[in-house]
């Protein structure tokens, strides 16, 4: 099992930055990869970033140049930087690891509210 711990977001103005960090309970180099989704409202969870172990990252066209994924290989946490966020950001936010083969998990997902 691996444990992932979100913290970050809330309530921010439109054009205003967020950032959502993911803490997990085992070294990143044993995950293969890890992301950022998001679900607003009535709408399926969607990738919003992702990032290999050979740290190659790879973006949703809606926030390519607004948003951008790193990883603390130190502290074992996994970053998203929000910048210029728009009311269609809002959503629940939520970190995934993939983890050997078939292996997967979740954080408990962070509200991010932009206002405009």
């Known amino acids: 099992q691996v444990q992932l711990v979100e913290s970050g977001g809330g309530l921010v103005q439109a054009g205003g930055s967020l950032r959502l960090s993911c803490a997990a309970s085992?070294?990143?180099?044993?995950?293969?990869?890890m992301g950022w989704y998001r679900q607003a409202p009535g709408k399926q969870r969607e990738l919003v970033a992702a990032i290999t172990s050979g740290v190659i990252a790879n973006y949703a066209d809606s926030v390519k140049g607004r948003f951008t994924i790193s990883r603390d290989n130190a502290k074992n946490t996994l970053y998203l930087q929000m910048n210029s966020l728009k009311p269609e950001d809002t959503a629940v936010y939520y970190c995934n690891a993939k983890v050997g083969l078939g292996n997967e998990f979740w954080g408990q997902g962070k509200q991010v509210t932009v206002s405009s």
């Open positions: 085992i070294s990143i180099f044993s995950i293969n990869a």
